[in-house]
């Protein structure tokens, strides 16, 4: 599975961007899909993650409330809806994939090192 990542952009606080994660390859729908994060200086940071099918998601305490993670697995493309953004979001927004059946073995599915598959990463600005 290869993955790209969009939607970036500038956005003022309090605004509202979506991110697109697209994939190749026809076992994407088989795939748990991770996005992270990580702003100058800091550590690669778990945002949210959804299950194979949809049918559940997770999000980290930061974004829960104000980011909702989705997928249509017709179109191999998993987003990130992300509103009410804060000065705190600004960061370089990464999507990852990995077979769901890997993931479900440890339920590890904040970790990166659950990922195999990794997009480019897609910059999000905010302003004050």
């Known amino acids: 599975v290869q993955l790209q990542a969009s939607g970036g952009g500038l956005v003022q606080a309090g605004g509202s961007l979506r991110l697109s994660c697209a994939a190749s390859?026809?076992?994407?729908?088989?795939?748990?899909v991770g996005w992270f994060r990580q702003a100058p200086g800091n550590q690669r940071e778990w945002v949210a993650a959804?299950?194979?099918?949809?049918?559940?998601?997770y999000y980290s305490d930061a974004v829960r409330g104000r980011f909702i993670v989705s997928r249509g697995n017709a179109k191999n493309t998993a987003y990130l809806q992300m509103n009410d953004l804060k000065l705190t979001d600004a960061a370089v927004y990464y999507c990852?994939?990995?077979?769901?059946?890997?993931?479900?073995?440890?339920?590890?599915?904040?970790?990166?090192?659950?990922?195999?598959?990794w997009g480019q990463g897609t910059e999000v600005t905010v302003s004050s």
């Open positions: 390859g026809h076992s994407f729908r088989l795939y748990g």
């Open positions: 959804i299950r194979y099918n949809g049918g559940s998601t």
């Open positions: 990852a994939a990995e077979s769901w059946a890997s993931i479900e073995r440890t339920m590890l599915y904040a970790d990166p090192k659950s990922y195999d598959h």
